[in-house]
């Protein structure tokens, strides 16, 4: 939102879950930490974060924010203990509609590796001046900082929308650790 906090999501798809059944969509959206030691999910894994299937030719994964909202970044925790550089080449987007439909020109690219990224949209909130960054004191640095293309002020979009574009390459995976916005 415009106001420094984060919206809670009201739900999460991806395209395929990982097979284990461990990492579904909504462990993007429960802020826990992506190497945890003391939460245990699944398999005694201490990971939360969600995984697309290995055999996904299309990954996507869609974070519902439940009504169309002013959103000024996106930050988005990759996955904590290996396999960082899996997002690249990926995009993000703001969408009104379901499934990356009503975009609203906000497609930004994930072009390097990185542990957190932060996609700034300023123009959303009203005088179009970003909110702060917050800090995240368990956050890995460096982090990459991404500002998207300027808006009309007060664009709404109900759905964040992480996909890569075709054509996909062999072993193109989601495997992330939260996506707030």
Same mark, same amino acid.
């Given at each position: 939102?415009?106001?420094?906090?984060?919206?809670?999501?009201?739900?999460?798809?991806?395209?395929?879950?990982?097979?284990?059944?461990?990492?579904?969509?909504?462990?993007?959206?429960?802020?826990?930490?992506?190497?945890?030691?003391?939460?245990?999910?699944?398999?005694?894994?201490?990971?939360?974060?969600?995984?697309?299937?290995?055999?996904?030719?299309?990954?996507?994964? #869609?974070?519902?924010? =439940? !009504? +169309? *909202?002013?959103?000024?970044?996106?930050?988005?925790?990759?996955?904590?203990?290996?396999?960082? @550089?899996?997002?690249?080449?990926?995009?993000?987007?703001?969408?009104?509609?379901?499934?990356?439909?009503?975009?609203?020109?906000?497609?930004?690219?994930?072009?390097?590796?990185?542990?957190?990224?932060?996609?700034?949209?300023?123009? #959303?909130?009203?005088? =179009? !001046? +970003? *909110?702060?960054?917050?800090?995240?004191?368990?956050?890995?640095?460096?982090?990459?900082?991404? @500002?998207?293309?300027?808006?009309?002020?007060?664009?709404?979009?109900?759905?964040?929308?992480?996909?890569?574009?075709?054509?996909?390459?062999?072993?193109?995976?989601?495997?992330?650790?939260?996506?707030?916005?």
């Amino acid at each position: 939102g415009c106001n420094g906090s984060y919206v809670v999501p009201v739900g999460a798809i991806m395209s395929s879950n990982h097979g284990s059944g461990c990492f579904p969509a909504d462990r993007c959206i429960d802020t826990e930490q992506t190497n945890s030691t003391t939460v245990r999910h699944c398999a005694n894994s201490p990971l939360s974060m969600c995984h697309s299937d290995l055999s996904d030719t299309s990954p996507w994964l #869609q974070i519902d924010l =439940g !009504v +169309p *909202t002013a959103i000024s970044r996106v930050l988005v925790l990759n996955r904590g203990d290996c396999c960082q @550089s899996r997002i690249v080449g990926f995009q993000l987007g703001l969408y009104r509609g379901a499934n990356g439909t009503q975009g609203i020109g906000a497609l930004q690219p994930f072009t390097a590796t990185a542990p957190t990224y932060t996609f700034r949209f300023p123009s #959303q909130c009203p005088g =179009g !001046v +970003p *909110t702060p960054t917050p800090t995240m004191t368990t956050a890995p640095a460096p982090s990459a900082v991404v @500002s998207a293309p300027t808006m009309p002020p007060g664009t709404l979009a109900r759905y964040v929308f992480i996909y890569h574009p075709a054509p996909v390459p062999p072993n193109s995976i989601i495997n992330l650790g939260d996506v707030m916005a």
